[in-house]
Nanobody, 119 residues
Framework: QVQLVESGGGLVQPGGSLRLSCAVS????????MGWYRQTPWKQRESVAT???????NYADSVKGRFTISRDNAKNTVYLQMNSLKPEDTAVYYC?????????????WGQGTQVTVFS
């Protein structure tokens, strides 16, 4: 089992910045990738950024150059630094962990944190 707790969401004006944090606990050794996803009431959940256990990162085209995913292994925390925020970035952001155990793959999700970009 893996537990994920997000924090860092809030209200920000366009052009502003926020940093989301995802604290990871439990069977951390089984995690092979982590990511940030976002969802709005009118859109399916979409991948924003991912980072593998090897450190490879991937970003949605809409956030490239503005968002950065990183991790601090000592703190068991994954971050999403969001700069130059736009109103269309408004969503609930979820932390995700992909884990493998005994040949089976599992997806774990945090509770979500609201990000609102308003003008």
């Amino acid at each position: 089992q893996v537990q994920l707790v997000e924090s860092g969401g809030g209200l920000v004006q366009p052009g502003g910045s926020l940093r989301l944090s995802c604290a990871v606990s439990g069977s951390i050794f089984s995690i092979y990738a982590m990511g940030w996803y976002r969802q709005t009431p009118w859109k399916q959940r979409e991948s924003v950024a991912t980072i593998t256990s090897g450190g490879s990162t991937n970003y949605a085209d809409s956030v490239k150059g503005r968002f950065t995913i990183s991790r601090d292994n000592a703190k068991n925390t994954v971050y999403l630094q969001m700069n130059s925020l736009k109103p269309e970035d408004t969503a609930v952001y979820y932390c995700n962990a992909g884990a493998e155990d005994g040949g089976y793959k599992y997806d774990y999700w945090g509770q979500g944190t609201q990000v609102t970009v308003f003008s």
